[in-house]
């Protein structure tokens, strides 16, 4: 081994003992590394085998035959042991003392050249003598004494055990044996191959990812010779004897190995190149990756390192910018406390205030430790890069206090300019409702989830949010929402605003009602300004609330459990609220049990406060009790988190009980009711006993409530009670007639539909107006009105021949009625509002309209027109 000194050469203590071996340099280097790894006995047998002719013979006419025989010798892993496995076989035979033609015999069985096996054994013999004489191993520890592999320990077999179980115990033995057999060579594969790659390094390869070749040291590629034992196997990585150019290039006797004993043996030769430096908090360094090479062959792709030792300067300023300026450690030092604190104040106020233009630029920040920190510290005689928390703190711990203090920001240093508008009025840190105040936190950054300003709300209060005022966000950022709506109207009506800043400082200035919607309040302030009511008309409300306005102009709704773990997140409140209404009940109803009762079968509970204040952590929440039917008809006392979900159930919960009380009046109702029967037979969409349970609910709804304000407490239950049993016959009576007028009215309709041009448009009407669940959904005043509009779609179709363009018209007008209504409807239940009762007299309103414009001799109760109703849906707008 030579290696370059000044200006010439000379051979280094390994170089002299390899000069000193009379065989190829790379087989000596092979023989000195063995001593290292103590397999000195199995490599004098293999580098005197790899030093002659392979003592395999493969004749061309019995290539086949030499091949099945060879296979007795063979290693999967390693052309190298079976080597060893062919010496071993040999000197088990000659420990039989066999005579010299039966060993001549058996190498011809097994297709070995005696000759060849011969002159093994001599380079053998002479190369042990070399060894022994320059100590790199005792005479004793030379010859490798084969295991003998037809003595096995047999275990001991019970006489008791028949044939089959004995065989099968012997068999098991069998495997054991040969088990540890292999435990033993596999133990010692590694120390032998390690030994090889020293003398053998630069025929290493790697298998191409995408074919059956190898690529070798300086890019070359090579084939396993297919008389290879480890051909099939197809090791990831593996070390050749020799490259032989055929009609490919070849590796001859190959072995499988580890990359990371490349490295390991032949350090001198590798090469180390380093990428991605960065800073890592969890092991508190600098670390950069590592890739190790062997003549351009990559040996390890990647392992992480210190990087202070590659690159000590550029590790320090790393070190800075990650642990210090990015503030990515757990540093518990006075000044990194306090700097942290003082930073996320300033980031706040560029939160609030999104702009990017109040905390100094990392460079800055970078500078003020930069020109504090030394280069180096000092410990004990070493000198050590500043690039890690442990070498930092070390510094920190014997810094003086001058040193320390100059560590501390200051609120100047890190402000590029004052922030005055940014203040807890404009920027609040709760925000505040009926059920307390829920924590508000900001952040600028555009296209992130959080950007904007997110509201953290218990799961609890969920449905009890008011949407309308959380479109007014906080006093700093509504401004900004308002110029956006502005800007999404239609020219002519947004020129009116101009100029915008001062128009929404007039909007703001009248105080709006900061619990009810933007939108409505926006337009009538624009119609004033300019002195004209006209232009209400002109905005489409429904199209502008369509408008999407950036992310960061709506709250963002982060919905937490009692233990502050989030359950969902979101902008739309609406769809929160589907998604968790029915859990948040639930919940609202936890640990209120003093409330509740189970099983209620007369007013026993006392009165009823319409509402009730409880606490719940440390929220004070209001509750609203009412009665309730649950599935399986028993009545309960509940706890509502809305006043809309108390009062709906109260209602179907005391008509329940009073049904309960009036035993002997509900059994001479579900008697029947008069007309039933041809009801049913008619209307065959609605199953009859869905039928019944509808006439049946909506009489007792009249009967025993009608327009009565909800009893609350016993007396008026009884009062109530009383009234219930004299309604109950007028009320059955005059469903049953008006079910019989509807019967009539029906049948007569039924009879003129078929091939007439407006049947579907008629059947689909029918459906709407007398489909499942009619006799609930009708108000009691247009029960008497149901046959009319039956009426008036027969009276329809005999007009219809007569003018079907001018049918045609007036159903155009009423569909774009209709339109309206349905979106305005639609639009409510996205939002979870309810349904004012003049919205639903609005579409009872377009029935009527029906009559007066295709019956008119029918007569509708007021008068009725397209132009009315336009004017009265502005109102209602």
Not at 77 to 99: A, C, G, H, V
Not at 362 to 386: A, C, H, M, T
Not at 395 to 405: F, G, M, P, V, Y
Not at 727 to 740: F, H, M, N, T
Request: hydrophobic share 40%; proline share 5%.
């Amino acid at each position: 081994m030579m290696s370059p000194q000044k200006n010439h050469y000379k051979l280094t203590p390994l170089g002299k003992q390899m000069a000193r071996l009379p065989i190829d340099p790379k087989i000596a280097r092979i023989l000195i590394a063995a001593k290292k790894h103590d397999c000195m006995a199995e490599m004098l047998i293999i580098v005197s085998a790899l030093s002659i002719q392979d003592p395999r013979e493969r004749p061309l006419e019995v290539r086949e035959l030499a091949n099945k025989a060879h296979e007795r010798f063979a290693d999967k892993q390693s052309d190298f042991l079976t080597y060893l496995n062919i010496w071993d076989s040999f000197q088990r035979e000659r420990d039989k003392k066999l005579s010299n033609k039966q060993l001549i015999q058996w190498c011809h069985q097994y297709f070995l050249s005696h000759l060849r096996m011969r002159e093994w054994r001599e380079l053998h013999a002479q190369l042990t003598e070399i060894a022994v004489e320059m100590g790199l191993t005792s005479k004793e520890n030379a010859f490798r004494q084969p295991e003998n592999l037809s003595v096995f320990e047999q275990s001991d077999i019970s006489s008791d055990l028949d044939l089959s179980a004995k065989l099968k115990q012997k068999q098991l033995d069998k495997k054991n044996h040969r088990a540890n057999i292999k435990a033993k060579k596999e133990a010692s594969y590694e120390q032998i191959h390690r030994a090889l790659l020293t003398g053998l390094v630069a025929n290493v390869g790697q298998k191409s990812p995408d074919a059956n070749d190898y690529i070798g040291a300086r890019g070359s590629h090579f084939h396993l010779f297919p008389a290879s034992s480890v051909f099939k196997a197809k090791p990831k990585w593996v070390m050749a004897a020799e490259l032989t150019e055929t009609s490919k290039l070849y590796a001859r006797d190959v072995a499988a190995i580890q990359p990371e004993w490349i490295e390991q043996e032949t350090p001198h030769l590798v090469r180390y190149h380093y990428f991605e430096p960065h800073w890592e908090q969890k092991r508190g360094e600098v670390v950069a990756s590592e890739r190790v090479t062997l003549y351009g062959l990559t040996v390890l792709p990647r392992r992480p390192v210190a990087y202070a030792k590659v690159a000590p300067d550029e590790a320090r300023e790393l070190f800075i910018r990650g642990a210090l300026v990015a503030q990515e450690c757990d540093l518990q030092a006075a000044f990194f406390v306090h700097n942290k604190k003082l930073i996320k104040e300033v980031v706040d106020l560029e939160n609030k205030s999104r702009k990017q233009d109040i905390l100094i630029d990392d460079e800055i920040l970078y500078e003020f430790y930069n020109q504090r920190l030394p280069e180096n510290v000092v410990s004990g005689s070493l000198k050590k890069p500043l690039a890690d928390i442990r070498t930092f703190e070390t510094w920190l711990k014997h810094a003086d206090e001058a040193t320390q203090k100059r560590l501390f920001l200051t609120r100047d240093d890190l402000m590029q300019h004052a922030a005055a508008h940014v203040t807890e009025e404009q920027f609040p840190k709760f925000w505040k409702t009926a059920d307390g105040k829920f924590k508000l936190s900001y952040r600028f950054e555009p296209h992130h989830p959080l950007d904007g300003v997110t509201v953290s709300l218990p799961l609890t209060v969920l449905n009890r949010i008011n949407s309308a005022s959380l479109e007014w966000l906080v006093q700093g950022m509504i401004r900004e929402k308002l110029q956006l709506l502005i800007k999404a109207l239609p020219k002519q009506i947004r020129r009116i605003c101009v100029p915008v800043p001062e128009f929404i400082t007039h909007f703001l200035n009248q105080n709006p009602d900061q619990n009810a919607p933007i939108l409505p309040q926006l337009a009538q302030a624009i119609a004033k300004y300019a002195g004209d009511m006209r232009l209400l008309e002109q905005i489409d409300l429904n199209e502008w609330a369509a408008f999407r306005l950036p992310e960061h102009c709506y709250f963002n709704l982060k919905i937490v459990d009692d233990g502050g773990q989030e359950l969902a997140m979101g902008r739309d409140l609406v769809q929160l609220q589907q998604q968790l209404g029915q859990v948040a009940s639930m919940t609202f109803r936890d640990n209120t049990q003093e409330f509740e009762r189970e099983n209620i079968t007369v007013w026993d509970i006392g009165k009823l406060p319409e509402s009730v204040k409880f606490a719940r952590g440390k929220q004070q929440l209001t509750g609203y009790i009412g009665l309730q039917q649950e599935k399986d008809g028993n009545i309960a006392l509940r706890l509502f988190d809305t006043e809309l979900a108390a009062e709906q159930s109260h209602r179907k919960g005391v008509i329940a009980l009073i049904q309960l009380q009036l035993k002997d009046h509900m059994k001479d109702l579900n008697k029947g009711i008069q007309g039933f029967t041809q009801a049913a037979m008619l209307l065959k969409h609605i199953a009859p006993d869905t039928l019944k349970d509808d006439l049946t609910a909506s009489i007792c709804d009249r009967a025993f409530i009608g327009d009565d304000e909800l009893p609350r407490d016993e007396k008026a239950f009884k009062e109530q009670i009383k009234r219930a049993k004299s309604r109950l016959p007028a009320v059955k009576e005059a469903v049953s007639r008006y079910l019989g007028e509807i019967t009539y009215a029906y049948t007569e309709l039924n009879a003129k539909l078929g091939k007439h041009p407006l049947t579907p448009l008629i059947r689909e009407r029918l459906n709407v107006l007398l489909g499942v669940g009619f006799a609930s959904r009708t108000p009691w005043t247009q029960w008497a009105r149901l046959p009319v509009y039956i009426k008036a779609m027969s009276l329809r179709l005999d007009k219809y021949s007569g003018n079907p363009a001018r049918d045609a018209a007036r159903e155009a007008d009423i569909q774009e009625l209709e339109a309206m209504l349905a979106e305005k409807l639609a639009n409510l239940s996205r939002q979870n509002l309810p349904v004012s009762g003049s919205l639903n007299a609005f579409g009872w309103q377009i029935e009527e309209l029906r009559v007066s414009l295709f019956a008119q001799e029918l007569r509708t109760p007021s008068p009725v027109s397209v132009k009315r109703l336009l004017k009265e849906w502005e109102t209602l707008k």
